[in-house]
């Protein structure tokens, strides 16, 4: 179990270009459709737990799926191997920056990426629409909430406190 | 903490970049792990269930906007649209795997972006 938890986040890690949002599908074809470790409902109340819990998604995802599998070693394995190679890479990337001064391509690569990573924080809610809107009330704090952000510059940490305060009292 | 660790080698090497590294995962780990068991433990509770559906519509939201404020950062000319478009397109209806999308991110990049290669316009596309 470890071993494959290693393997699974390590894979994760290396591609967790543009952080954040942009890594829910990659996680969800990962965790949910390949490995099974979570179901939907569990893999939608890993992101929620992810934004109320400090760092990049993918670590928050690291311990979450470490610690429902195999305790306390699982979420250190998952989190270590879901850090490793971005760490491999942000080395290898400065040492040749350090070395080489600036690289014009690599600011090809990065104007190459952001639209990819656009697209699939796009995809990601798209895909979380389905499972997180299952009625009106639910569909109604998801406005509040982005006009809130959106329009009026409120903190997401406040609009989510907000939402789970609603939650208890109407839902 | 891509960008601690960055840091962290242009001030002190590779000993600079894992220290950076840890100094910035260490607490959020702790901290994660300490709610997360919590949560666990009272999953089934009605309150942190109701605290949960509320939530869970506003994460939503979070990424909508998300989506709209990377937009306007990411989707500078008609070849950005163009790729974020096919991009999407592949991922959510052909189900292409989010890794191999980013790839040929970086090879789009390379071919569609490179300074000179294509006509730009002036004071952008010049690294």
């Known amino acids: ?171 | 903490m891509n960008l601690a660790a960055f840091i962290g080698y242009r001030v002190a090497g590779f000993p600079g970049l894992l220290s950076a590294s840890l100094g910035t995962t260490l607490p959020s780990f702790f901290v994660t792990l300490f709610i997360v068991a919590l949560v666990l433990r009272f999953e089934s509770h009605p309150v942190v269930a109701r605290f949960f559906a509320g939530v869970r519509p506003a994460v939503l939201a979070l990424i909508v906007v998300a989506v709209w404020n990377l937009a306007h950062a990411a989707l500078v000319d008609k070849r950005a649209w163009g790729l974020a478009a096919v991009a999407f397109l592949l991922v959510l209806v052909f189900h292409l795997h989010p890794g191999v999308a980013l790839a040929g991110g970086v090879v789009a990049g390379l071919l569609l972006f490179r300074s000179g290669a294509c006509p730009v316009e002036p004071g952008r596309g010049e690294g």
């Open chain 1, 1 to 171: 179990m470890l071993v494959r938890l290693f393997l699974v986040f390590a894979k994760i890690g290396l591609f967790a270009f543009g952080g954040g949002y942009a890594m829910i599908p990659f996680l969800e074809r990962e965790l949910v459709a390949h490995e099974a470790w979570l179901s939907h409902g569990q893999f939608l109340d890993m992101v929620v737990l992810s934004q109320v819990t400090p760092g990049p998604i993918f670590t928050s995802a690291g311990v979450i799926v470490g610690f429902r599998n195999a305790g306390v070693p699982g979420a250190v394995v998952a989190t270590v191997a879901v850090v490793l190679p971005s760490l491999a890479i942000v080395g290898l990337l400065g040492w040749t920056v350090v070395r080489h001064g600036h690289l014009p391509w690599l600011q090809s690569v990065f104007t190459g990426l952001r639209p990819v990573v656009v697209a699939l924080v796009a995809v990601a809610a798209v895909t979380l629409a389905r499972s997180s809107v299952p009625e009106w009330r639910s569909a109604g704090v998801a406005v509040a909430v982005g006009l809130a952000v959106g329009c009026f510059r409120v903190h997401p940490i406040w609009a989510i406190l907000g939402a789970g305060l609603l939650g208890i009292i109407f839902f």
